[in-house]
């Protein structure tokens, strides 16, 4: 169902980011969270409708979140490295990046749209914002809290054989699935992760509906665009 050219199901996802930051009470990310929503939501309305004010859309926002800027420019690097199109899964890549020990999904830097191909080349659709992302920050939050790691982003790439042939003999991995159903998918994963230690690296073999991903932590965005330069390499 789409509202004004939005899909509904966007601007549900919205209020309830924001509904969350009004029951926590924490004003400083409401404010910005809200300003990041409305100056996109215009920009795309304002682009849609009037071809002249082009220069609008590519205007700054005012309210500035240092850890939303510190993933843009990651972001930025990420896409210039040549041969990042290799690692694009069909359901499309995603970065997610918890700043601080996120308790729920929306304490979760993801790009609401992933990183796809067009054109043969990567491209991000939509701009990071908290709660961007629901499975992979998902995933994120479930190695957080069963891998013991300081791990504060991960990645969702390609699945390869021979990569993960490779991934296997210089990293610590956990192999997981294949899943029956989609619904198994969350109990299978999290007892995956409750029989591994500090594991940088899941295989997961996917299963009906579900495409065969690798999932990659790291520590820091530098570690992991390291650590994506060396895959590529691997290619």
């Known amino acids: 169902m789409w509202v004004l050219g939005f899909d509904r199901r966007e601007l549900d996802d919205y209020i309830e980011l924001i509904i969350h930051f009004i029951n926590k009470n924490d004003k400083p990310r409401l404010v910005i969270v809200m300003s990041s929503i409305v100056d996109r939501l215009t920009r795309e309305y304002i682009c849609r409708i009037r071809e002249y004010l082009s220069d609008y859309c590519i205007s700054s926002n005012l309210l500035i979140d240092p850890y939303i800027e510190e993933y843009k420019y990651f972001l930025a690097r990420i896409l210039g490295i040549k041969g990042l199109e290799k690692l694009i899964p069909e359901v499309g890549m995603n970065i997610v990046y918890a700043p601080r020990k996120p308790s729920t999904i929306t304490d979760v830097i993801g790009l609401p749209g992933r990183i796809i191909r067009v054109g ?115 290619f």
């Open 120 to 234: 043969g080349k990567p491209v991000a659709v939509g701009e990071p914002i908290y709660g961007g992302s629901k499975h992979l920050a998902k995933v994120l939050l479930l190695a957080i809290n069963k891998l013991q790691n300081r791990i504060t982003t991960a990645s969702n790439i390609r699945y390869d054989e021979a990569l993960t042939d490779k991934l296997i003999k210089t990293h610590k991995t956990i192999v997981c699935g294949p899943h029956s159903e989609p619904s198994r998918f969350w109990t299978e994963l999290e007892q995956c992760l409750s029989n591994a230690r500090r594991a940088k690296v899941i295989i997961d073999h996917g299963g009906p509906g579900l495409e065969p991903v690798i999932y990659i932590f790291e520590e820091s965005l530098g570690k992991l665009e390291n650590l994506l330069r060396r895959i590529i390499g691997e």
